[in-house]
């Protein structure tokens, strides 16, 4: 079909060393049971109409990956490497459950709801639901890259501009009760969904200072990481997606892997400021991002980057994902759907984690993957940041 875009073999590679990274697994419920044969036309329909989930990855050696056509049935019988699988269940509340869990490759956490939008369009029925095939995303290394420009973070922009305005901040009562609606583990992964109330309690907190929740969730993080592995500096990557960023945008469809990786490495902050540390940091995030521009390199310098940075020794990386709403994405299922839930698996030996955030009908959902020792210390300063229940926090 085509060959892998440098961000898409970056992924691919990194996903299969002996511990890969990268893999998105979104869980959610319906309300009902649906008949198993229902399920199985739906997700006949669903691959028939996305061709990201007929591929598979076949490296031709001395030209990299490239993305095959599987046969037909290919999500039945692996026909090379399977990017893609689907649990269906039912749940002791007579709700349906699903479980989906995609390859890096095809799927980057800003696009998990525009892939799970045409299952449920099938499921459903919905009127108005785009039928037909789907195009394949491009090759964007072949694109005419926009990136750059003026800031657009709202945190290191010179003083005196109207985006700097303070935002007034609700006066919230009462104490823990309702702040959150779900706490989950799997392996090492945590999940904590906020109560709405929470999520708007958190977001107002922050933007009262300048701060994005990514930013200030991020920094205690890096903090903690950076004590825990005896670092004076730890590197954020940071997940951004580039859809927007070409001149041919027109051509990028929304499910896929379009994503620029943007790292920077951050000093850890002195104890008991997480606040200004996150505006340092998020001054270094956005002139690292201004500044990244595609590589486009062959796939042989990809794969030895990739095996180079697993191989780092003392190395301790946080990854970062803000995926935004997911309500826009599921359209007219947004009031069926709960507990949607995203999870990015950090993989590897190494020290550190892979943040992954989203909100749902007004509620923020963080999940953490950690690797490494430091999964308690890690969970610890996320719920107590993410809660406003640290010392550290300034009232």
Not at 182 to 208: F, I, K, N, Q
Not at 264 to 287: E, F, I
Not at 361 to 379: H, I, R, S
Request: charged share 25%.
């Amino acid at each position: 079909m085509r060959r892998l875009s440098d961000t898409e073999a970056a992924f691919a590679y990194a996903h299969a060393l002996p511990h890969g990274s990268g893999r998105l697994t979104t869980t959610f419920t319906v309300n009902g049971v649906l008949a198993p044969e229902r399920v199985e036309q739906a997700v006949e329909q669903w691959v028939r109409g996305l061709p990201l989930l007929s591929l598979r990855i076949e490296d031709t050696g001395g030209d990299g990956l490239w993305f095959r056509k599987g046969t037909r049935g290919a999500w039945r019988e692996a026909d090379g490497e399977r990017l893609w699988e689907l649990s269906v269940g039912r749940t002791p509340a007579g709700a349906t459950r699903f479980s989906l869990t995609l390859h890096p490759a095809i799927c980057d956490g800003f696009s998990v709801g525009r892939l799970v939008r045409p299952l449920l369009d099938a499921l459903f029925a919905a009127p108005g639901a785009r039928s037909g095939e789907q195009e394949l995303p491009p090759d964007i290394d072949g694109l005419t890259y926009e990136g750059g420009g003026a800031c657009v973070c709202g945190v290191c922009m010179p003083s005196g501009s109207p985006r700097r305005v303070r935002r007034a901040v609700t006066s919230y009562g009462g104490g823990p009760d309702g702040e959150v609606e779900e706490r989950g583990r799997t392996g090492d992964a945590v999940t904590l969904a906020l109560s709405p109330y929470a999520s708007r309690r958190l977001r107002d907190w922050c933007g009262a200072r300048q701060l994005t929740v990514r930013g200030l969730l991020a920094t205690v993080l890096a903090d903690a990481l950076a004590r825990e592995s005896g670092r004076t500096e730890v590197t954020v990557a940071t997940a951004v997606s580039l859809r927007r960023s070409y001149a041919e945008r027109a051509l990028i469809t929304e499910p896929g892997c379009v994503l620029g990786v943007v790292r920077a490495a951050l000093r850890a902050g002195p104890a008991g400021d997480p606040v200004g540390g996150a505006r340092a940091n998020a001054a270094a995030l956005c002139a690292a991002g201004r500044a990244w521009r595609p590589e486009r390199r062959a796939h042989a310098a990809v794969r030895r980057a990739v095996e180079r940075a697993a191989a780092e020794e003392g190395a301790a990386e946080l990854r970062v994902v803000d995926a935004g709403s997911v309500d826009t994405a599921l359209g007219p299922h947004a009031g069926r759907v709960t507990g949607f839930r995203t999870v990015a698996a950090h993989g590897g030996t190494r020290l550190g984690g892979t943040l992954h955030l989203s909100s749902f009908k007004g509620a923020l959902t963080v999940a953490l993957a950690v690797a490494g020792p430091w999964a308690a210390v890690a969970e610890r300063e996320l719920t107590e940041a993410a809660l406003l229940r640290s010392a550290l926090l300034p009232v």
